[in-house]
């Protein structure tokens, strides 16, 4: 496994999703055994949310020029 090979003991991946379709993901690895907590879950999910507005926001700004 790449990941238990590299030394990584938890990782957390958090979809894109634009209109329920995935485009992207955001991904976070520890060193470090246990689970995420709550918070820090919460705010990958809130940047993957900012990040499908920003790349829309870019589509729709190349379309626009």
Do not use: Y
């Not at 991946?13 to 991904?27: E, N």
């Not at 976070?28 to 705010?43: M, N, P, S, V, Y």
């Amino acid at each position: 496994d790449m990941a238990v090979s590299r030394g990584l003991l938890r990782v957390l991946v958090v979809p894109m999703l634009q209109i329920r379709v995935p485009i992207g993901c955001w991904s976070l690895a520890c060193r470090e055994a246990g689970d995420f907590i709550k918070e820090t879950i919460a705010l990958r999910e809130a940047f993957a949310d900012l990040a499908v507005i920003a790349i829309d926001n870019v589509r729709m700004f190349n379309v626009s020029q």
